[in-house]
Structure formats: C-alpha cells, structure tokens
C-alpha cells in the first residue's frame, strides 16, 4: 500500500533525455551539413581550409 511517497524504481525506464540528446546532436550535424553545401554553392571560390574555417565559425554559432 502506497503512503504517498514517491519511488522512481517503480516506474519504466524513459530514454526520453538520452533521444533528446542524440537528436539534438544529429540536428546540429544536419545544419551543418547543410551550411557547408550553401557555402559552395554561393561561394565556390572559396578553398577547403576557408570553407572548414567558416563551418567551424558556424559551429560555434550554434
């Protein structure tokens, strides 16, 4: 019988944070991904290390 108190063991376990997380990570993996095929499609002047420096200055953005 139940006193009101609270016991987390009872209850399912919820991945819940860990997928948040995760998909949190793999957003951002998007975006960049997505900004560095922007990047040469409006710049494609620009060499490898410009372009990995302007995606890590993105990086630091989000």
């Not at 987390?8 to 998909?23: D, E, F």
């Not at 560095?36 to 302007?54: F, N």
Request: charged share 25%; net charge negative; aromatic share 10%.
């Amino acid at each position: 019988m139940s006193d009101g108190n609270f016991n987390r063991a009872l209850l399912p376990h919820t991945p819940y944070a860990s997928g948040l997380k995760v998909g949190r990570v793999q957003e951002r993996m998007r975006a960049i991904e997505a900004f560095k095929e922007w990047l040469h499609a409006y710049a494609p002047h620009l060499d490898d290390e410009e372009v990995t420096l302007q995606c890590n200055s993105f990086k630091q953005m989000l």
